[in-house]
């Protein structure tokens, strides 16, 4: 089962600069959407409904905001949306579904990066999305969440370390936040594919030539907890997506499912 997270930086965006054909190029079967930016009846027919795929969507109460999506070729269970039962999660970040016995979870963790009261909203989700994360790592069926976490987890995940010391999503808390996060029980499917090298980055800013050279950062993960992590493959990162679609690039995974 080929698994594909993508932030769409806005999904009616996306179709006017190639979605669709990026996406024929990817072949997921099942497609984690974020920041998708719209209801479903704002998208055009046969996108708001699209053939050969069932999709399940979240999108946030405020117009043109955040919002996530399951888009799966095969049969798809809701599990439901937001991190428990009294969290109705206004922004639509956290969608979850299972998919031939594996849970998965398009994910949105915001971002503080447009001043300090956002950066205090960002951690303050961080807070009560790691008991979460902690309890689905520690479930006995797989489960994989994908989707823009909105942090750098070491000096390998960004281009300029030094320079961003003090950015938001490159924080020292914020990467220490991380750490504890995979050893609660996650893979970093990415990071095990390619080891200790620079990148590869799944976002640029449209500022300095980033996109051009290559000078980004890797805030868009695949993570497995302990009971998928021996089936998977192939962890990429589609570097040519980011550069036309969307200012994220799409990640992808190939698991081994029964």
Known sequence: MRITTW????LRAALRKGFGDCLA???PDVLLLQEIRCLPEQLPDEWANPVGWNVHWHPARKKGYAGTAVWSRLPMEVLGVGLGNRDDDPDGRVL????????????????????????????????RFFPWAKRQAALGE??????DLNIAHTERDIFYAKGNANS???LPHERKWFGRLLKAGWSDFVREQFGEVDGPYSWWSNRGRARELDRGWR???????RAVAENWQDASIYRHGGLIVSDH??????LTTG
């Open 249 to 254: 690039a799409p990640v992808t995974v190939d």
């Open 219 to 225: 805030i868009d993960y695949l993570l497995g907890n």
């Open 168 to 170: 938001s999503g490159f």
């Open 25 to 27: 190029q990817l072949a």
């Open 96 to 127: 979850r579904v299972r998919v031939q016995g594996v849970q998965l979870a398009s994910v949105y963790l915001p971002s503080g990066s447009s001043g300090p009261e956002r950066q205090k909203y960002k951690e303050e989700w961080m807070a």
């Open 142 to 147: 797989p489960v994989v969440l994908g989707g």
């Open 7 to 10: 932030n769409l930086n806005g």
